[in-house]
């Protein structure tokens, strides 16, 4: 079946030492987006690729940054985690930008010691 | 920035019960989705409604677009325990707008079924 796949499922990290997460997907879809949740909270976008091209929200810290080398992977780097960056991160893809159904991974859950 | 209100916040039902929740904006959506979520994974989109109005089923799930473009409901019937998960609904703006694109979630509807 056509999916999205996020790789670890559970990660953890220390304080300050870089982790990457990963995402792939198999529904040939333009957009990838990575999203961070927080305990019964709401998904809160974080970036979004469409194609090569990347963008930012404005309220996501300049420790967190993504990378596409291609259409089915895309990557989450947090350079420098702190304990406020433990949360749910889940990948999210679809099929253009604009198109109105996203489709998410199972999340990679990161704790940091 | 948009804002999504979704209630009840939570929901305590017997098996077998019916089950309402609904968003409601003070902007207007293009689309409205309705994704349910279980412990340690991530959204699954139930249904997705594109036009004012429009009513859709989806098993004991029904949805519908709300005529103004600023509200969504969710109703489950008869409910059972694998019912159990957090709900929430999401907009997309229409085109031109600084939040196409982007979803707007509401806070989120935990509901608990007892068998």
């Known amino acids: 079946d056509a999916m999205v796949i996020q790789n670890p499922r559970y990660q953890v990290t220390q304080f300050g030492k870089p982790v990457t997460l990963s995402c792939s997907q198999t529904?040939?879809?333009?957009?990838m987006y990575w999203y961070q949740q927080k305990s019964s909270q709401a998904p809160k976008l974080l970036f979004h690729?469409?194609?090569?091209?990347?963008?930012n929200e404005a309220d996501t810290p300049d420790n967190f940054q993504s990378r596409r080398p291609n259409t089915s992977f895309c990557f989450l780097d947090i350079r420098s985690p702190g304990l406020g960056d433990a949360a749910m991160y889940l990948c999210?893809?679809?099929?253009?930008?604009?198109?109105?159904?996203?489709?998410f991974g199972p999340g990679t859950r990161l704790t940091v010691l | 920035g948009q804002q999504l209100n979704q209630s009840p916040q939570s929901m305590f039902i017997q098996e077998g019960e019916d089950v309402s929740m609904n968003c409601t904006s003070s902007?207007?959506?293009?689309?409205w989705l309705w994704y349910k979520q279980d412990p340690g994974e991530g959204p699954v989109l139930l249904i997705a409604?594109?036009?004012?109005?429009e009513l859709t089923s989806n098993g004991r799930l029904t949805a519908q677009f709300g005529i103004t473009r600023k509200d969504s409901f969710l109703n489950i019937s008869a409910s059972i325990p694998s019912d159990v998960g957090i709900y929430f609904c999401?907009?997309?703006?229409?085109?031109?707008?600084?939040?196409?694109?982007?979803?707007?979630f509401g806070q989120g509807t935990i509901l608990t079924v007892h068998p």
């Open positions: 999210a893809t679809s099929r253009d930008w604009g198109d109105n159904e996203q489709f």
């Open positions: 529904l040939n879809h333009n957009v």
């Open positions: 690729y469409y194609d090569k091209d990347f963008n």
């Open positions: 902007s207007i959506f293009n689309t």
């Open positions: 409604l594109y036009k004012a109005g």
């Open positions: 999401a907009g997309q703006s229409a085109a031109g707008g600084t939040s196409y694109g982007k979803l707007t």
